[in-house]
């Protein structure tokens, strides 16, 4: 079983930071992949930032050059560093690992529960 724990969510207001944090555990044999996806009222769910296990990062053009992605391999944790929010930035914010794991080998996609951010003032 791997579970993906995702923190750091919150109320902040336009041109402010926020920091999320997301841990995978259990039965984990290999992480590819980890990164952030967002999905806002009404709208589809979509990439947001992704970080490759030799650190390749790939980001969202609403979201270059104010948001960063980070990881801890040791922890198998990702982290997203979130500056100059706008409102537009409000969204559930969810973690995503692909990865394989150590029950069946099978490379498969695990998604967190969601973080509310919430930008307003």
């Known amino acids: 079983q791997v579970r993906l724990v995702e923190s750091g969510g919150g109320l902040v207001q336009p041109g402010g930071s926020l920091r999320l944090s997301c841990t995978a555990s259990?039965?984990?044999?290999?992480?590819?992949?980890m990164g952030w996806y967002r999905q806002a009222p009404g709208k589809e769910r979509e990439l947001v930032a992704a970080i490759t296990e030799t650190s390749s990062t790939n980001y969202s053009d609403s979201v270059k050059g104010r948001f960063t992605a980070s990881t801890n391999h040791a922890k198998n944790t990702v982290y997203l560093q979130m500056n100059s929010l706008k409102p537009e930035d409000t969204a559930i914010y969810y973690c995503n690992a692909d990865l394989s794991n150590s029950a069946d080998y099978l490379r498969r996609d695990y998604w967190g529960q969601g973080t509310q951010v919430t930008v307003s003032s």
């Open positions: 259990g039965a984990i044999l290999r992480i590819y992949t």
